[in-house]
């Protein structure tokens, strides 16, 4: 059974970068599909970016569109979630989730096979 591990969440400033990294084990990454979503307090979850099997197609939310970065390391087994220009807004915990079927990677809130636990993100002067 795979299972998934966020790291990389912590405290920065506006304007500043941070990288997160969702890690596989058990089994690989390679075959299914990675969404990276976020809940901030009060709010509903929401998807942020995803990147699907086969051809690692992307999607991303429109408030994180130039901003965010996702990508496989396939030697490493983990997808990352590089951002940049991060604003107050940005602040969440963050979860990567995997989806088993399905030909593409989806930016929903829910419907997913795998959960990791989470890291939180906070951008805060």
């Known amino acids: 059974q795979l299972l998934l591990e966020e790291s990389g969440g912590g405290l920065v400033q506006p304007g500043g970068s941070l990288r997160l990294s969702c890690s596989g084990s058990?089994?690989?990454?390679?075959?299914?599909?990675i969404t990276w979503l976020r809940q901030a307090p009060g709010k509903e979850r929401e998807g942020v970016s995803c990147?699907?099997?086969?051809?690692?197609?992307?999607d991303y939310a429109d408030s994180v569109k130039g901003r965010f970065t996702i990508s496989r390391d396939w030697a490493k087994n983990t997808v990352t979630l590089q951002m940049n220009s991060l604003t107050p807004e940005d602040t969440a915990v963050y979860y990567c989730?995997?989806?088993?079927?399905?030909?593409?990677?989806?930016?929903?809130?829910?419907?997913?096979?795998?959960w990791g636990q989470g890291t939180q993100v906070t951008v805060s002067s």
């Open positions: 989730a995997a989806d088993f079927s399905g030909s593409r990677c989806h930016m929903g809130a829910y419907d997913f096979d795998v």
């Open positions: 058990r089994a690989s990454l390679q075959y299914v599909h």
């Open positions: 990147i699907s099997s086969g051809d690692s197609s992307t």
